[in-house]
């Protein structure tokens, strides 16, 4: 007997396959009593204390922004390059640590923290660097994509149904934005303005137009669902 699922061999008596869980069940099979083919478990599972890792990871992240400081003070004048690795730190914690404190964290209210957090990155490269290109061009792109991911996050969450609407919607949302965007290069780097903005635009266009065009055409929903599986 093997699984439905992964095609793992199965003895007889197991009613689900050790490796995928998948129920095994077949009415003509007559089950009786043996030995299963793999062992339940190899030794006793180890708890970890979440809140413990989350310490420790902390504590890590607090060392290596205290050495990169202290390495920087030490081998020149100043803060040179630290605030640069100390901000890519912060901006990781925030994104991928910070979450994590939380039991049920709400991506409504982390997206949006993540974004800022990215701005705020980005505003101080743009002070240490001396640079004039925060406010017209890192602040809008940032801004316009935080928007587009808090608006899916929050739409998705919060809606059960018509995610090919939300997604469809968000990638013309993106493919429109790219002539922007070019424009916004051309005024704040000495880019002259080529017209590269039509490929993503195109691109983008057509894959947001195709999930919108599946999430009207329910006989095309269901063929691409059978097709592919999804």
């Known amino acids: 007997m093997y699984c439905v699922n992964c095609g793992v061999k199965l003895s007889d008596t ?5 490796l995928c869980q998948t129920a095994v069940y077949h009415p003509e099979l007559p089950r009786k009593e043996a030995e299963p083919l793999y062992p339940e478990g190899l030794g006793p599972e180890i708890q970890v204390n979440p809140l413990l ?8 992240y607090l060392l290596a922004m205290a050495v990169c400081l202290v390495c920087d003070l030490q081998l ?19 994104v991928i640590i910070l979450p994590l404190w939380f039991k049920n964290p709400n991506p409504v209210i982390f997206v ?16 240490a660097t001396g640079g004039k290109w925060f406010l ?13 991911v808090t608006a899916v996050v929050v739409l998705r969450r919060y809606i059960r149904r018509g995610r090919l609407y939300v997604f469809g919607g968000a990638i013309l949302a ?12 051309t005024i704040t780097f000495p880019i002259p303005f080529i017209g590269w903005y039509l490929y ?18 329910k006989p095309a929903r269901h063929a691409m669902a059978q097709k592919f599986f999804i």
């Open 136 to 148: 017209s061009f890192a602040f809008p792109v940032a801004g316009f994509v935080g928007l587009v």
């Open 14 to 18: 197991e009613k689900r396959c050790p």
């Open 112 to 127: 949006p923290c993540d974004f800022v957090a990215a701005g705020l990155y980005l505003l101080y490269i743009n002070l």
């Open 200 to 217: 993503p635009l195109i691109a983008l266009g057509l894959a947001g137009g195709m999930l919108l065009f599946l999430a009207i055409c």
């Open 76 to 94: 020149g004048d100043g803060i040179v390059w630290a605030g640069y690795v100390i901000g890519g730190l912060l901006l990781s914690y925030v």
């Open 174 to 185: 993106m493919g429109g934005f790219m002539p922007l965007m070019e424009f916004l290069l």
């Open 53 to 60: 890792m989350q310490f420790i990871v902390t504590a890590c």
